[in-house]
C-alpha cells in the first residue's frame, strides 16, 4: 500500500450549540463519533511517524538504502515492525457542513464535501516534487504527509472563505447555487 486518504465523515468543528433538547441528544453521538475519528487519524499519524524514529535511530532505513533493499521492507529487531513509507493524504470536512437533518444541508454537504476533496487532490499533485526528492528507485524513504495543516494552504483558507455562504444557505434551507 503506497497511499492512504483520510476523509473524516465528521468534525468536531461542525457541532453548534443546540437550539432545543433534541439537537443536544444529537449532538452527543456525533461529538463522540467525531472525536474518536479525530483521535484515531492522530493516532494512526503517531505510530507511523514513531515506527519510523525508531527505525532511523536503529540505522536499518539508512542500512536499507545503502544496500538497495527498499523492495524488502527492513524490520526494526527491538520490536518487529516494519516501517511503513507513502503518503498520507488528508481530506478536511470543511466545519460549515452541520449535522441539519434537511435537504437543502445535504446538498450543501455534496458541493462543500466535494470542494474539499479537489482541494485535497489540488495538494497532492503540488507534493509531486517532494514524493519525487524522497524517493529512490520508486520506493519513499519517509512516509509523506499532504494537507495535514489545512490552515497553512492558501487554497484551503479560500476554499473556506468562500463556502461560508454555504454554511448561511443550510441555515436558512435555501438551495446551493
Known sequence: MDEI???????????????????????????????VGEDDVKLFKYHVKDTLDRAAEAGILEKAVECGMLDKPA?????????WRGVVVEI???????????????????????AAAKQAIDAFNKAENEIKA???????LKPIFINENPQDDPNWLEL??????????????????
Not at 476523509?7 to 443546540?18: F, G, L
Not at 524490520?75 to 516501517?83: E, I, L, Q
Not at 524522497?134 to 519513499?140: A, E, W, Y
Not at 473556506?160 to 441555515?171: E, F, I, P, S, V
Open 75 to 83: 524490520v526494526d529487531r527491538r520490536n518487529g515492525k516494519t516501517p
Open 5 to 35: 486518504w483520510v476523509s473524516r465523515i465528521v468534525d468536531a468543528k461542525q457541532i453548534r450549540v443546540p437550539e432545543n433538547l433534541h439537537d443536544a441528544l444529537a449532538n452527543l453521538c456525533q461529538l463522540f463519533a467525531a472525536t
Open 160 to 177: 473556506r472563505d468562500r463556502t461560508y455562504a454555504a454554511l448561511k444557505r443550510a441555515a436558512s434551507g435555501a438551495k446551493p447555487k
Open 134 to 140: 524522497n524517493s529512490k528507485d520508486d520506493k519513499l
Open 92 to 114: 478536511h470536512v470543511p466545519g460549515h457542513i452541520n449535522f441539519k437533518w434537511n435537504h437543502s444541508n445535504l446538498e450543501n454537504s455534496i458541493t462543500l464535501g466535494y
